[in-house]
Structures are given as structure tokens and as C-alpha cells.
């Protein structure tokens, strides 16, 4: 199957403090996903994002599909943004692959 | 709009027991998959129902087994419990035949002891 790696595995961040969260993926793909899992283990989208540049108040992301890699921005992050985030890519319409996931600290 | 809803929220259950996890998908949405995540991974496939049928399967012992209904939700069932199989049981929904966004439910948490 496809992988997925994620960098870096751990970030810990001052509040306030911007980060960029990498995802790269072994073959081509037709969805790429991010996701935030809160405490309780719900995945929350972040992004819908197979190609190109989106932006969502602090968090933006993008996904270059030829260069097989995606970034997730986080600008002046709170201790709300603390948690894990999931790169996921579906090369066909039914699987998500999954990366490791980056767990991120903000500290106050 | 109601997103996806998966039930119960925690469960215990005895090795050797069966169980079964039950999802409702987001409206609109007829394809469910469902996804294993043990602690500090990522979630792995364990398959995925589309028409009532399962389309796509992820390396599961078929002790892992579904079903989906014709009002698209759907259930997951798992035989002869091993410890191993805790773990926080994902699903997700999303629309067949067309590449868009997945979304997931809270999920159930399966304890085996």
C-alpha cells in the first residue's frame, strides 16, 4: 500500500508561535485530507485539499500532488490547536492511508 | 445536519466475547468504512460498504466482520475478542463514485479484558 510519513513525529510550541507540519506520500493520490483528533479521539477536518492552496482563518495548506507532499501551516497557534494531526491520502476512492501523526504541544 | 454518529461511545467487553459497533453516516452519504486505532497510531482500514456490500477489504482476521443497511448505516462486528483488539474503532462516511471530503465519527473505544 501507499505510505504516508509525517514530520516532525513531536513539535512543542510557545503560544503564539507559528509551525509547518509535513506529509509526504509514496504515489499519486485522489484525496488528501488533514485531520485534528481532539482528546476523545474524534477526527475533525482541517482540510479537504487533493492539490493546490487553502487557507481557513490561522490554519492554511498545501498539497503539491506532482511533488507528493503537503504542508499544514498553524500561525500564531493557541493551546486550543494541542492535539494530533493526521495527514490521510486515498489513492482510489476507497482506503485512507494514515500517517503516524504529528502530536503538537502549545504551551502558554 | 446530523454528521456521523457511531454507538456506544466506550465499551468493556470479556476476551472470547462478540461485539458489535454501530454508524450512522452524514446525510446524503452512502459509503461507509470503518477504522482501527490502537494507542499512539494511526488508524488502519478494516473495510469499506458501499450498496450493502463490502468493496474493499484492509489486512482483518475474519473475525472482523460488517454490514451495511439500506438506509446506508451500518455495523461493525467483531468474534472472539482478543485483548488485542482494543483499540478506538473509527468510522467514516462519504459520498461513492465521486472524490470528496470523508468525514468521521466520535468513534467507540473498545476495552477487552
Known amino acids: 500500500g501507499i505510505q504516508v510519513e509525517q514530520s516532525p513525529p513531536d513539535l512543542i510550541l510557545q503560544e503564539g508561535a507559528n509551525s509547518t507540519l509535513r506529509c509526504n506520500f509514496s504515489d499519486s493520490v485522489n484525496n488528501l485530507q488533514w485531520f485534528h483528533q481532539n482528546p476523545w479521539g474524534q477526527l475533525i477536518n482541517l482540510f479537504y485539499i487533493p492539490s493546490g492552496t487553502k487557507q481557513n482563518g490561522r490554519l492554511s495548506a498545501t498539497t503539491v500532488a506532482t511533488e507528493r507532499y503537503s504542508l499544514l501551516y498553524i500561525s500564531s497557534s493557541q493551546t486550543t490547536d494541542s492535539g494530533v494531526y493526521f495527514c490521510?491520502?486515498?489513492?482510489?476512492?476507497?482506503?485512507?492511508?494514515f500517517g503516524t501523526g504529528t502530536s503538537l504541544t502549545v504551551i502558554p | 445536519d446530523a454528521g456521523v454518529t457511531q454507538s456506544p461511545t466506550h465499551l468493556i467487553k470479556t476476551r472470547g466475547q462478540q461485539v458489535t459497533l454501530r454508524c450512522s453516516p452524514k446525510s446524503g452519504h452512502d459509503t461507509v468504512s470503518w477504522y482501527q486505532q490502537a494507542l499512539g497510531q494511526g488508524p488502519q482500514f478494516i473495510f469499506q460498504y458501499y450498496e450493502e456490500e463490502e468493496r474493499q477489504r484492509g489486512n482483518f482476521p475474519d473475525r472482523f466482520s460488517g454490514h451495511q443497511f439500506p438506509n446506508y448505516s451500518s455495523e461493525l462486528n467483531v468474534n472472539a475478542l482478543l485483548l488485542g483488539d482494543s483499540a478506538l474503532y473509527l468510522c467514516a462516511s462519504s459520498l461513492a463514485l465521486q472524490n470528496t471530503e470523508a468525514f468521521f465519527g466520535q468513534g467507540t473505544r473498545l476495552t477487552v479484558v
Open positions: 490521510a491520502v486515498n489513492p482510489t476512492g476507497n482506503q485512507f492511508y
